[in-house]
């Protein structure tokens, strides 16, 4: 088995040389791979921004609900981690 793997990396590593050794080539690879990594990061990015996104609309509800169950600011920063001044203009937009 162990032959067969070698065998295997070694012609593959041999392809790999062919393939690069011309300079256009590996140049295309170059800006495929770099494309495939910002393409990637761009996702991974985005996927986090979506959940932050998420994670502070949850908060702002709950703080809404806090307001709505008569709790103070106090006891709704305590409760969301939201700061005073975001708990204020939350609870000013409640009024309109």
Known sequence: MAMVKNKTIKEAKEDLEKLTADP??????KLRDKWERDY?????CAKDE??????NE???EIA???FKMGNTIE????LTG???E???KIKSKMKC
């Open 58 to 60: 949850t908060r702002e």
């Open 75 to 78: 006891q709704t920063s305590k």
């Open 82 to 84: 939201l700061s005073k």
């Open 40 to 44: 990637y990061n761009g996702i991974a």
């Open 24 to 29: 256009k080539l590996r140049g295309i690879i």
């Open 86 to 88: 975001k708990l204020l």
């Open 64 to 66: 809404l609900n806090s």
């Open 50 to 55: 979506g959940l932050e996104r998420g994670f």
